[in-house]
């Protein structure tokens, strides 16, 4: 197949969907497909509608994934090459094709406060370009009106980066073939009607694009369900789920880690995500700053990139003494980081499912999440992990006492959770599931 595959950024960019596109489009490649990635240039979260920073290095040890950094019309229009090969896996001596298609986005003074404004018009398609959060590289749509290669089926990710996906919708149409879309829905606080996640990951233009789609694969019953009451017919609906490779993951050096974070008998409480409010950061501070002062011993170790929302509470929190920030690891880091936790928190309102949460339950280690979003499905409390109310932080003070004082706890927890990796989430059946999809699909 020849797949075209549109997503708001790529690796080495950090973030869940951008991981998983990788791993994704890596997949199809292995099995002997050929994918275009219709990209962003950005690396930084900011960079999608600020001015760049220097170029990152490409990640290690996951394919000699290349870049053309002419722009994307250069690789689309014949003018330039950027083309990676993976021997397929299915032993026919085929081999799959990778293209990395990177475009600029487009910076201009008073960026955020223009769009904003036009974006009050009440036009879906208009609405996908305007919003603020975009990375909107008009290389990439010219490109969408003129690409006329081998094309079998286009696939786009993630909410609320509207403007990629509804590039990869001109495409689909224009050449009359499906689109299928992966929009990692964050649902957050079930309790309030009025979240302001959900009502940012369902706006009117975003769930238009919903109802575009051929189908649309989500990773929990809830989102499942989500999906649907916004419009989009049951039939179209695939629930996939994401999975994890232990290898990728454990296998630390415990000792080292905790030598490191000068730890010696306090458990520690990991937390590996993009640091800020809406992940959770701010509120699990909160929760251990409670838990301190009844006396409970424990660290907190953050590591991942940090949003300005968290940089600005750290500037006021108090007991930084008892907060190691490793910032963003490499992948030996990730290792080590998770031999040497005790328990990993992500109190989130704003995960559609959680891919930090399987790598914990890899290592053993118990999970403790907000009832929101996917997490609220995926751990099950007093089972594999804790949940507490989402934006209670007294109850995620009580929860981490209890993982504090009960090693046994922490322990059967764990177990529980590591005890579930090797049947329910192989990324090889969930890719699969993805690519017979399109087969499917294609076929029709």
């Known amino acids: 197949m020849h797949v075209a595959q549109f997503v708001q950024r790529y690796p080495p960019a950090l973030g869940g969907s951008e991981a998983y596109t ?15 990635v219709w990209t962003s240039s950005a690396v930084e979260l900011s960079e999608m509608w600020g001015r760049p920073t220097p170029p990152s290095p490409l990640p290690e040890g996951r394919g000699e994934l290349a870049r053309d950094n002419s722009g994307i019309e250069n690789v689309l229009l014949g003018r330039g090459s950027s083309v990676s090969p993976f021997p397929s896996a299915r032993g026919d001596g085929g081999v799959g094709r990778l293209h990395i298609l990177p475009s600029p986005p487009l910076h201009f003074s008073g960026r955020r406060y223009i769009l904003k404004a036009l974006s009050l018009i009440p036009l ?3 609405q996908c370009f305007t919003t603020p959060c975009n990375p909107i590289c008009p ?37 009359g073939v499906p689109l299928l879309l992966t929009p990692f829905l964050h649902l957050g606080d079930p309790t309030d009607p009025h979240d302001r996640t959900r009502e940012q990951y369902t706006k009117p233009h975003l769930r238009w694009l919903l109802t575009q789609a051929d189908r ?10 989500a999906a649907v009451s916004l419009g989009v017919a049951e039939r179209k609906v695939v629930l996939q789920g994401l999975g994890v490779d232990a290898r990728e993951c454990t296998g630390g050096r415990r000792e080292l880690a905790r030598t490191n974070w000068g730890v010696a008998n306090e458990m520690v409480v990991g937390h590996l995500t993009n640091n800020s409010a809406e992940k959770g950061t701010v509120d699990l501070l909160r929760a251990a700053e409670i838990a301190w002062a009844r006396g409970q011993q424990l660290r907190v170790v953050l590591a991942g990139p940090e949003m300005p929302n968290f940089r600005a509470f750290w500037n006021t929190f108090g007991p930084k003494d008892r907060v190691t920030r490793l910032g963003t690891l490499t992948d030996e880091q990730k290792r ?8 990993f928190a992500l109190p989130s309102r704003c995960d559609s ?30 089972v594999d992990g804790l949940q507490a109310a989402c934006g209670n932080v007294s ?9 504090a004082t009960d090693a046994n706890l922490r322990r059967a927890l764990g177990e529980n959770g590591q005890s579930r990796i090797g049947t329910e989430f192989r990324w090889g059946d969930k890719l699969e599931l993805v690519r017979e999809t399109i087969r499917e699909v294609v076929a029709r």
């Not at 080590?336 to 328990?343: E, P, T, V, Y």
């Open 139 to 175: 290389a990439m749509w010219r490109a969408a009106a003129r690409y006329d290669g081998p094309l079998d089926a286009v696939h786009a990710t993630a909410f609320p980066y509207s403007f990629p996906i509804a590039c990869g919708l001109k495409l689909a149409r224009r050449r």
């Open 124 to 126: 879906r398609q208009w």
């Open 353 to 382: 499912f959680g891919l930090v949460l399987l790598e914990a339950w890899a290592n053993g280690k118990p999970n403790l999440v907000y009832r929101a979003g996917g997490p609220a499905e995926l751990v099950r409390h007093n």
């Open 336 to 343: 080590d980081f998770f031999a040497g936790i005790d328990c």
């Open 22 to 36: 990788a791993r994704l489009c890596e997949h199809l490649a292995e099995r002997g497909d050929t994918v275009n």
């Open 395 to 403: 109850e995620l003070a009580e929860h981490l006492g209890r993982l």
């Open 216 to 225: 649309v694969f989500v990773q929990t019953r809830a989102e499942r369900a």
